[in-house]
């Protein structure tokens, strides 16, 4: 099956010292495919993420690689281009559903911004934008048409922007973060309707969190990221039941579980490092408990099976 979305070897740095921030990553999302991105903060996730619609911010810049939709480079699209693509093929919802909305600007006006900016041919905007606006949940669309974004509480206005990224029925949703500002249960009633959403529509998809946990039910496949690398990927199944990389271990480690005695919960010791201070070793060796000589004096390269990878010398559940 040919790729929707392939990065090859990207690495984004700072324009003016060239620290790097995400280091050679490479991934692939189908057609119709739902996958994970999942770290802690700072690993490059967010980054990668607006590197596919050149939404990087000023002081950043795309040092190398390749980022192909549908078979033509991106990073070699005129700006006209991409801001063709942007919310009609690829669409994003971002983080923090509080900020992402005009204060100044009725829910109406901004949704119809969007079907204009794409001069999109449909007879009857209102009507579009109120079934968009049904569809992810809003009791009374008419409503929510002519109120300003401050009339809402978080859960709805994350409503708003899901219906907003849907609104030209994109063949790939981004979604960052898209229910860290909310509380757990519109968090689940979020989730829940993303995946709906994107069944319907048989929509890929690219879900960025730092919460294992959120994605356990969401996607098909993982891809987990350590200080601005790749360090696993994997399907569900593989990363939750057998994950090989010591990193991956650890997330799913420190995850409440039902049922489970109360008891303090697993944490990874240390902090990340900074991913230019990573020169050619293992960036988890100072934290890993099953780190070696070895890993404090070369870097693992992500060595990869039929639906997995790991970048590691001593993957766990691999007999050495």
């Known amino acids: 099956m040919t790729n929707l979305l392939e990065i090859k070897n990207l690495s984004v740095v700072i324009s003016e010292d060239k620290r790097v921030l995400v280091n050679d990553v490479s991934f692939e999302i189908k057609p119709g495919e739902a996958v994970g991105v999942v770290g802690e903060s700072g690993s490059g996730k967010t980054l990668s993420a607006l590197s596919i619609l050149g939404l990087l911010a000023r002081g950043l810049k795309i040092e ?8 033509a480079d991106l990073l070699k699209s005129s700006a006209e281009d991409l801001r063709s693509i942007r919310g009609k093929e690829i669409a994003m919802i971002y983080q923090d559903p509080m900020t992402a909305l005009n204060p100044v600007m009725k829910i109406g006006e901004q949704l119809q911004e969007v079907l204009d900016s794409h001069q999109h041919q449909i007879t ?18 008419n409503r929510a048409f002519d109120s300003y974004p401050h009339e809402f509480s978080g859960g709805m206005r994350q ?18 973060e898209p229910t860290t500002a909310l509380d757990v249960t519109i968090q689940r009633q979020i ?11 048989n929509m890929s998809m690219l879900w960025i969190t730092h919460d294992l946990g959120v994605v ?3 996607v098909d496949r993982v891809i987990v990221m350590y200080a601005g690398r790749v360090v696993e990927t994997g399907t569900v199944d593989e990363i939750f039941k057998a994950p090989k990389h010591p990193y991956t271990a650890g997330l799913l480690a420190s995850l409440p579980a039902a049922g489970r005695d109360r008891e303090r919960l697993e944490s990874i010791p240390g902090v990340p490092p900074k991913p230019w201070q990573v020169l050619n070793t293992c960036a988890f060796a100072p934290r890993c408990k099953e780190a070696r000589d070895i890993c404090s004096s070369h870097r693992p390269e992500l060595t990869s099976n039929e639906s997995s990878s790991v970048a590691c010398f001593f993957p766990l559940g691999v007999k050495q």
Request: proline share 3%; glycine share 6%; aromatic share 2%.
């Open 64 to 71: 190398s690689g390749e980022i192909r939709f549908k078979g």
């Open 124 to 141: 009857d905007q209102k009507t579009h934008i109120l079934n968009g606006l049904a569809a992810v949940g809003i009791a009374d669309p």
């Open 159 to 176: 409503r708003v922007m899901i219906a907003m990224s849907l609104l030209l029925s994109p063949e790939l949703l981004i979604a960052d």
């Open 191 to 201: 989730l829940a309707l993303v995946a709906k959403e994107r069944k319907r529509r």
């Open 216 to 218: 356990a039910n969401l």
